[in-house]
């Protein structure tokens, strides 16, 4: 089988446009961080999760178990991917773990996704 090569034709705005376009530079912390959450918002449960944090201050491990049909090493490992990516904080009160939505991070890939359209 044979591979053909079909050239491109493209007709560019400038003649510094492919210099520019090439030299772009990504703040590749910020890129990374941003992915993270939008992977971790992905998940349906995740999403759910994101929802229901969003109605309440805090909601402990159980109370959140409690919206879900699952076990609770899969809402902790859930909870686990949302506070990687920054989008929840929790707080230990005696045994039990508290989550809470970060909004800002929230909202800081809102404005992002925003700036896209």
Request: charged share 25%.
């Amino acid at each position: 089988m044979a591979i053909t090569t079909i050239p491109i034709l493209r007709h560019c705005c400038g003649s510094d446009c492919a210099a520019t376009i090439a030299s772009t530079k990504f703040d590749d912390q910020q890129v990374e961080q941003r992915a993270s959450a939008l992977q971790a918002l992905g998940d349906e449960t995740r999403l759910k999760m994101v929802q229901l944090l969003a109605r309440h201050d805090s909601l402990c491990v159980c109370e959140i178990q409690e919206a879900f049909e699952l076990g609770q090493p899969t809402v902790s490992h859930h909870l686990k991917i949302l506070r990687e990516a920054g989008l929840i904080d929790s707080q230990r009160r005696g045994k039990w773990a508290y989550y809470a939505l970060r909004r800002e991070a929230l909202h800081d890939v809102a404005q992002h996704i925003q700036s896209l359209i």
